[in-house]
């Protein structure tokens, strides 16, 4: 009877020291998981602070003036056409 206690007992242990192992490996795998998407998000915030950069950079007063004028032939209006509205 004491027998069978004792190799329930190992075999316990075993099974236990098995399971962290196995538990610890996969702490390991998704930690180094969890890094690289941290990484790829680093990458992407960067290029986002890039885009907005670009965005605020083209659509200046002066750059949109400048398309207007140039590529679509657009003018200011003469004093006489402007038209205030009030409410």
């Given at each position: 009877?004491?027998?069978i206690?004792v190799?329930?007992?190992?075999?316990?242990c075993?099974?236990?020291?098995?399971?962290v192992?196995?538990?610890s490996?996969?702490?390991?795998?998704l930690f180094?998981e969890l890094?690289?998407?941290q990484?790829?998000?680093?990458?992407l915030?960067?290029?986002?602070g890039?885009?907005?950069?670009?965005?605020?950079t083209w659509?200046?007063h002066g750059?949109v003036?400048?398309?207007?004028?140039?590529?679509?032939?657009?003018?200011?209006?003469a004093p006489?056409q402007?038209?205030?509205v009030?409410?």
């Amino acid at each position: 009877m004491l027998r069978i206690l004792v190799v329930v007992l190992g075999l316990g242990c075993f099974g236990s020291a098995l399971a962290v192992v196995y538990a610890s490996h996969e702490s390991r795998k998704l930690f180094i998981e969890l890094q690289a998407l941290q990484e790829i998000r680093d990458g992407l915030d960067v290029e986002w602070g890039r885009m907005q950069l670009e965005q605020s950079t083209w659509a200046t007063h002066g750059r949109v003036e400048a398309v207007a004028r140039d590529t679509l032939s657009m003018r200011l209006p003469a004093p006489g056409q402007v038209q205030v509205v009030r409410p």
